[in-house]
Every structure is written in structure tokens, then in C-alpha cells.
């Protein structure tokens, strides 16, 4: 079985950006479980979306990546190009620590995992998009999590202070350790990867 082209370019854009990376001992060993688990490919079963405003930041997003010439260029421009075959949602579940308008200033999009383009259950791979001054909700999950930032924006995780993150950085979540993310005056985009 061949995996859709343009999630494989992704995946393996995703791969190279992420090797490029400095990174802990703990995420390395995540994303090993990760690319070790999607060199089985599963059915595509492309689900259908929503038609979100804010996806029209995304190409804004991915902008300061194209010009590289590295991996995170080759990601971006995946990115960019598979977009319209994803199925855009928004997080139903929101909480006090979500900024005002955080319903429309956001949007998830699952490639590899439940309810994505390339449904699973051992491994989650998916892109959050935020518009410019968006914080994203205080939220936790058993799985283990790491990030590749695409765009400039910031992380918390547990009690810490917010950790500023620039494009090709990437950021650890241990399970259940309550983490978010948030915009500053450009949109954020962030790929992220969960072995279950």
C-alpha cells in the first residue's frame, strides 16, 4: 500500500526538519516510535471539514519557510499544497484560558491518526493553525506530544513561564502535563506528533 503523496511528503519533510533539530533524549525516542509506526501505511480515508476563516492566514503562516531551502521549506510547501485535501476543525472544548475569540481564531487538522486523512489509532500526526493573537487552551492527554514549530509563538507547560519557540524548534510534552501555545502578531502553525 502507497501512502497519498502529498501526506508522504509531509511525513517525510516532517522526518528530515525533525532529525535537523535539537531536541531531548525523551523526544527523540518519541518521534522514533512515531516514524517507526508510520512506515506501515493504513487505508486513506480523506473525512470532510469545515470551510474555517481562518485558514486564510495559513499561507501567511508558512511564508517565512519557503525561502530556506531546507526541510522546513520542503514541510511548508507541503503543508501548503495538502491543506485543501485535510479536514479543518475546531476544538469544541474551550475553558477559561482560551483568548476571546478563540472559536474562530483556530483550527486542527488530523493527517494520521483518528477521525485524519490516514485514520489509526497507534500514532497521531496533525498541524494546529492559531491567527495572530490566539492563545490556545490549558489542555493535557496521556500520550507523549512533540511539536515542530513552523511559525514563531510561544509554549507553557505545567507551571512554567512561556517559552518562546522560533520555526524548526521543536517542544516535549510529558503525558499529562498540562501545556498550550499562543500566537503573537503572526499566525502560528505547528505540527505535532503523538505514538499511542
Given at each position: 500500500?502507497?501512502?497519498?503523496?502529498?501526506?508522504?511528503?509531509i511525513?517525510?519533510a516532517?522526518?528530515l526538519?525533525?532529525?535537523?533539530?535539537?531536541m531531548?533524549?525523551?523526544?527523540k525516542a518519541?518521534?522514533?516510535?512515531v516514524?517507526e509506526?508510520?512506515?506501515?501505511?493504513?487505508?486513506?480515508?480523506?473525512?470532510?471539514?469545515?470551510?474555517?476563516p481562518?485558514l486564510?492566514?495559513?499561507?501567511?503562516?508558512?511564508?517565512?519557510?519557503?525561502?530556506?531551502?531546507?526541510?522546513?521549506?520542503?514541510?511548508?510547501?507541503?503543508?501548503?499544497?495538502?491543506?485543501?485535501?485535510?479536514?479543518?476543525?475546531?476544538?469544541?472544548?474551550?475553558?477559561?484560558?482560551?483568548s476571546?475569540?478563540f472559536?474562530?481564531?483556530?483550527?486542527?487538522?488530523?493527517?494520521?491518526g483518528?477521525?485524519?486523512?490516514e485514520?489509526?489509532?497507534?500514532?497521531?500526526?496533525?498541524?494546529?493553525l492559531?491567527a495572530p493573537?490566539?492563545?490556545?487552551?490549558d489542555?493535557?492527554?496521556?500520550?507523549?506530544?512533540?511539536?515542530?514549530?513552523?511559525?514563531?509563538?510561544?509554549f507553557?507547560q505545567?507551571d512554567?513561564?512561556?517559552?518562546?519557540?522560533?520555526?524548526?524548534?521543536?517542544?516535549?510534552?510529558?503525558?499529562?502535563?498540562?501545556?498550550?501555545?499562543?500566537?503573537?502578531?503572526?499566525?502560528?502553525?505547528?505540527?505535532?506528533?503523538?505514538?499511542?
Amino acid at each position: 500500500m502507497i501512502r497519498a503523496q502529498g501526506l508522504q511528503r509531509i511525513v517525510d519533510a516532517a522526518e528530515l526538519a525533525f532529525a535537523g533539530a535539537d531536541m531531548s533524549g525523551p523526544a527523540k525516542a518519541a518521534l522514533s516510535k512515531v516514524f517507526e509506526r508510520l512506515q506501515t501505511v493504513m487505508p486513506a480515508a480523506p473525512p470532510s471539514g469545515e470551510d474555517l476563516p481562518v485558514l486564510s492566514v495559513l499561507p501567511q503562516a508558512v511564508a517565512n519557510l519557503l525561502p530556506r531551502q531546507d526541510s522546513l521549506s520542503t514541510l511548508g510547501q507541503a503543508v501548503q499544497d495538502f491543506a485543501p485535501s485535510l479536514a479543518w476543525t475546531t476544538r469544541k472544548t474551550v475553558g477559561p484560558s482560551a483568548s476571546a475569540g478563540f472559536a474562530t481564531a483556530h483550527a486542527n487538522a488530523v493527517l494520521i491518526g483518528p477521525n485524519g486523512f490516514e485514520p489509526r489509532q497507534d500514532v497521531w500526526v496533525g498541524l494546529s493553525l492559531m491567527a495572530p493573537q490566539t492563545r490556545y487552551p490549558d489542555h493535557d492527554h496521556g500520550p507523549e506530544e512533540v511539536y515542530l514549530v513552523l511559525s514563531d509563538g510561544a509554549f507553557l507547560q505545567g507551571d512554567a513561564e512561556w517559552l518562546p519557540r522560533r520555526a524548526g524548534q521543536t517542544v516535549y510534552n510529558t503525558p499529562w502535563i498540562r501545556h498550550a501555545m499562543r500566537a503573537g502578531d503572526q499566525p502560528f502553525l505547528a505540527l505535532w506528533c503523538l505514538p499511542v
